[in-house]
């Protein structure tokens, strides 16, 4: 899909949704690989501030959750935006005129059973005798 100037609104809107979704992965990785990096961060030297490892850690578990929620929510946009696409499809279709039957279509009904045979009359079966 390009965006040239016969370009409708709904192709430019979708076209800025993906982008927008595109640079909040790219945002969310970059964030991602900063949050988790495993070299450990040691609190600065600083005499009239009370920091200590204990207040890291829960700023790091704060940004990890914060990631976690980031993903979350752009996995829910785009389920949000299949699901939204499937529903209109299937309801584009349950509303379609039915497609016209061809020739071919119904083969059972194309098929003629034979004409009866006359049925020979019937025979009594024979005696068997008796001792």
């Given at each position: 899909m390009t965006l040239s100037a016969e370009a409708t609104d709904r192709q430019r809107v979708r076209a800025a949704l993906g982008v927008v979704v595109v640079g909040l992965a790219l945002l969310l990785i970059a964030w991602?690989?900063?949050v988790l990096d495993p070299v450990p961060v040691t609190?600065?030297?600083?005499?009239?501030?009370?920091?200590?490892?204990?207040?890291f850690e829960s700023?790091?578990?704060?940004?990890v959750l914060l990631l976690t929620g980031g993903?979350?929510?752009l996995l829910f946009l785009v389920?949000?935006?299949a699901f939204?696409?499937?529903?209109?499809?299937y309801r584009r279709q349950l509303?379609?005129?039915?497609?016209?039957?061809t020739r071919h279509q119904d083969v059972w009904a194309m098929h003629?059973?034979?004409?009866?045979?006359?049925?020979?009359?019937?025979?009594?079966?024979?005696?068997i005798p008796t001792p």
């Open positions: 991602g690989l900063i609190p600065p030297k600083v005499a009239a501030a009370t920091v200590t490892e204990e207040t700023a790091r578990a704060l940004s993903l979350l929510f389920a949000g935006y939204i696409r499937a529903s209109r499809s509303n379609a005129k039915p497609a016209a039957p003629k059973l034979p004409e009866p045979a006359e049925e020979p009359p019937e025979e009594e079966p024979p005696e």
